[in-house]
């Protein structure tokens, strides 16, 4: 099938508009008659089920967790973008998208970022009207704080907490659907498979987490809003039940993923301190608005406390490289720059792994009741993890995998390649190119659940015209019946290694040869292990306990089974895409100065890949990229 | 260092449950409690055995997923703290370590020190929002609030729904609970529209899901991992007292 991505036509300010009138509407007495299913309560999936509730939409909302409130979006600390200028720093919607097109080194399609700058305006509006607690000045107004690869200060905030408020605005908006009868809430539920009807998704068989009850759910339209696979590298800032699941097996009923190679590695995260640990913590980078970050200039000063090293004997090597945005260099430069700055030698810290963000000068600046104020929850949460108190020493950071780009490929209408199956938020790959900006991700899934999907999946209704099956259809009990055996070849193996074993094992090979920096050799061989490790998984692994009862082993042994599947699909990916761009740094393909060198002529183009059946080679479709009102620029923060 | 665990094991709701000892070995102080039982569980599914189920996702404290009650305190007992926020620094080589469910009547066991805390999402249904729909909000600007006002909402909003509160109440009372969303929302200009509506229809909903009454002795403070204050449950205590009065 060849990609379509429906972008409309016209002036690039006015394709949404001209595209939401365009859409075909479905009447208000007949909204009644579709049945969505949502999957995922994050701040796309609760957004998108709670507007399609109150369309009038018959809506089913699933989660994984024992409450839609518990979704990762919750642990997002520093803030939301939006182009309101109320800080009149010069701000637009136009310096937004552009900001966001260059931020994700020329690899996002142009149409959908300036849609998405667009309705960020409309975000905090809605917001505030839910009564998010944003941050105040004293005069009343709404507080902003800039973020990294920005120059505005367009950053809205709640505290280190904003995910949290958000999400909670968006569960509270859910939660009064779920009252009024028009979303049914299903928790502890993790959707399984997707099922398809004369090409058309049109449901999804699930598995409740407490009784291990096997069921079919069937709708007029299948939305997923379940996150990134972040957790395909085991040590991540993800929550420990982040997966890759409903999109690995979309794609495998025929939904194309896109730029799987495209991860993000944030910069400043608490470092690992030993092989017990089971995830990572994020500090936020609105840290980085007043920590400055350094390792010591030399080798030798690296074990000494870093109060006894002189001014003059450390490099602030931000500061030093990237002179106009310094501490806030974009994350995927960052990150390099703390990877290359332990790689000669200088990282401080367990393991050498590790660099200085120190707030001694702000401290100086600004008091510390000033610091404390605007960060006191993550200084408190450093101490809980570290033991130390970072009023008085340096943090000590190191980049780990948060974000991931790359996700199903869907079109303009945020509709997957698969009719009938939309993806939104993280899950998808639309909006952040090859690398994502600070506070966009809150904004990219609120604005596709509150503002896109909603219109967008109002057009399919309208003109598709498929009835929607009875479960007792035949695809469904034969779906049903897959998971089935898929559950038992899990539970029967009985082998001698734990599921988190043979995780972490992957993670570590992901991480060395397709993590901050990859090669052409790292990945092959990378693609090379990762089939043998499938196998011994599918040997080995040992999952204790019954199919017919709450068992937390079971889910995790699935989820396991899909990364040794999709961590492929990441290598070979990174390994097709010969160039440098963003998040997916390959070595050879460097500038004399250690900057990543795109390769527009050949690679400006979205990589969709499509499933072929087990033991195929997957094939590429390209996406073209095309920009009509940026230009393809070198993308500097020098 | 090297602990005793006394874990409290239930295969389902439906049966009765007992305390296991299992000991635990090489545990490092870096380790957070969730990855010291993660060993744990790695040596029982080693020999065969059945892990112990329990709850936990973001383990940042933020999620509010996590659940344990830990020699007799949700949470432990350290000013602040999540069970998945408590690291292991914190206790002694040798020591003796119970691990209990969250004990309520409305947060039946799922299993073993796992428990059904939907009561709480009721709760948030039956009125814990601002009745807005999507779309035609007015500016973000329009509205001012001043920044005490903002900051004490924020301090309510705080609440993570772990359900410690009720944990630690001998009443299994959900008032900090109640009292932390409804003062969020109707010490906001957004939420006073509603506020009497929903302080009646969320204590309705509380009483109904079988949450005891409170007598305001502090211990739900006391272990709040995000320290929501007492001070809340005085603010719902007005709001529902008003509304009752006007027959609201």
């Known amino acids: 099938m060849a990609l379509e991505s429906n972008i409309p036509s016209g002036p690039l300010a006015q394709k949404w508009d001209k595209h939401k009138f365009e859409l075909k509407l479905v009447n208000p007495a007949n909204k009644r008659k579709f049945e969505v299913i949502v999957v995922g309560s994050g701040l796309a999936g609760a957004s998108a089920a709670a507007t399609l509730g109150e369309l009038g939409y018959k809506v089913k909302c699933f989660c994984y967790q024992d409450s839609p409130r518990r979704a990762h979006s919750i642990a997002a600390q520093g803030g939301i973008n939006a182009a309101k200028n109320y800080q009149n720093d010069g701000d637009s919607v136009h310096r937004l998208f552009y900001d966001t097109i260059k931020g994700g080194d020329f690899r996002a399609r142009e149409a959908n970022v300036h849609r998405l700058a667009q309705v960020s305006v409309n975000i905090i509006d809605q917001c505030v009207a839910q009564g998010v607690p944003f941050a105040r000045e004293y005069g009343g107004l709404l507080s902003n704080r800039s973020f990294g690869g920005a120059q505005v200060s367009r950053t809205f905030y709640a505290r280190g907490q904003t995910g949290q408020q958000l999400l909670l605005g968006a569960y509270q908006a859910l939660s009064r659907q779920i009252g009024m009868g028009t979303v049914k809430m299903y928790p502890r539920t993790e959707m399984v498979d997707v099922v398809v009807v004369d090409g058309h998704a049109k449901g999804i068989v699930v598995r409740d987490l407490v009784s291990g009850e096997i069921s079919s759910h069937a709708a007029d339209a299948v939305v997923l809003a379940t996150g990134g696979y972040g957790n395909v590298f085991f040590l991540s800032t993800n929550a420990k039940g982040c997966n890759v699941t409903s999109i690995w097996r979309a794609y495998k009923k025929g939904a194309y993923l896109a730029n799987p190679c495209y991860t993000q590695i944030h910069p400043t995260c608490i470092p690992v301190s030993g092989d017990h640990q089971s995830k990572l913590t994020l500090m936020s980078e609105s840290l980085r608005n007043d920590g400055r970050v350094w390792v010591p200039k030399r080798k030798e000063d690296c074990t000494k406390a870093p109060g006894s090293i002189a001014e003059d004997d450390r490099d602030y090597y931000l500061e030093r490289k990237y002179p106009s945005y310094g501490n806030l260099a974009p994350r995927d430069i960052s990150s390099r720059a703390a990877k290359e700055a332990c790689d000669s030698g200088r990282g401080v810290g367990p393991g050498a792994l590790g660099v200085y963000l120190d707030f001694s000068a702000a401290i100086k600046r600004l008091s510390l009741n000033v610091i404390r104020e605007r960060y006191g929850n993550l200084f408190d949460m450093y101490e809980k993890i570290t033991g130390e108190n970072a009023y008085q020493v340096p943090m000590r950071i190191y980049p780990a995998v948060h974000y991931t780009m790359g996700g199903s490929w869907v079109d303009y209408n945020l509709m997957s390649s698969l009719p009938g199956l939309f993806v939104v938020g993280e899950a998808n790959f639309s909006d952040h190119g090859a690398n994502r900006l600070g506070a966009s991700a809150l904004m990219q899934g609120l604005a596709d659940g509150y503002f896109v999907l909603p219109y967008t999946i109002g057009n399919y209704f309208a003109t598709c015209k498929q009835t929607r099956p009875a479960t007792s259809h035949t695809e469904f009990k034969k779906v049903e019946e897959d998971v089935r055996k898929f559950t038992e070849r899990l539970l029967s193996v009985k082998g001698k290694r734990t599921p988190t074993s043979l995780h972490r094992e992957l993670g570590k090979l992901l991480w060395e040869k397709c993590g901050m920096a990859r090669n052409e050799k790292g990945l092959k061989e990378a693609l090379k292990r990762i089939p043998e490790l499938r196998e011994e998984f599918w040997k080995t692994v040992n999952v204790t306990g019954e199919a017919m009862e709450f068992n937390q082993a079971l889910e995790y042994a699935g989820r396991v089974a899909d990364f040794m599947e999709f961590g492929e699909l990441m290598c070979l990916d990174a390994l097709e895409r010969n160039e440098s761009c963003g998040g997916h740094f390959r070595e050879e393909f460097q500038t004399p100065d250690g900057e990543a060198a795109r390769n527009d002529d050949k690679y400006a183009y979205v990589a969709a890949w499509e499933y072929q059946g087990a033991g195929k080679a997957p094939v590429m479709h390209k996406e073209s990229l095309e920009y009509s009102e940026v230009h393809m620029s070198t993308r500097s923060y020098k | ?248």
């Open chain 2, 1 to 248: 260092m090297n602990l005793t665990l006394k874990v409290w094991r239930q295969k389902n709701g439906q049966t009765e449950g007992h305390f296991e000892t299992y000991p635990a070995r090489d545990i490092i102080e870096d380790m957070s409690f969730l990855e010291m039982l993660d060993v744990v569980n790695e040596g029982l599914i080693s020999s065969g055995k059945d892990p112990i189920a329990f709850d936990s996702d973001c383990r940042e404290g933020i999620c509010g997923m996590c659940s344990l009650v830990i020699n007799g305190i949700p949470h432990g007992g350290h000013a602040g703290t999540a069970t998945c926020q408590l690291h292991m620094r914190r206790f002694k080589d040798g020591e003796t370590i119970t691990i209990e469910p969250w004990r309520a009547k409305a947060f039946p066991i799922i299993k073993d020190v796992a428990t059904n805390r939907s009561a709480f999402d009721r709760i948030i249904q039956a009125g814990g929002f601002v009745s807005v729909n999507t779309g035609g909000t007015p500016d973000g600007n329009a509205l001012p609030i001043s920044k005490e006002v903002s900051d004490r909402a924020m301090d309510a909003a705080a609440c993570i729904g772990c359900g410690a509160c009720v944990a630690a109440c001998k009443n299994a009372s959900a008032m900090l609970f109640v009292a932390a969303k409804v003062s969020h929302l109707n010490l906001l200009p957004q939420g006073e529209p509603e506020k009497h509506r929903r302080a009646l229809a969320m204590v309705t909903q509380m009483d109904k899901e079988g949450f005891g009454s409170c007598t305001v002795t502090g211990s739900c403070e006391a272990v709040c991992p995000k320290e929501i204050k007492l001070t809340f449950i005085a603010k719902l205590n007005r709001d529902f007292g008003v509304a009752a009065l006007l027959g609201k």
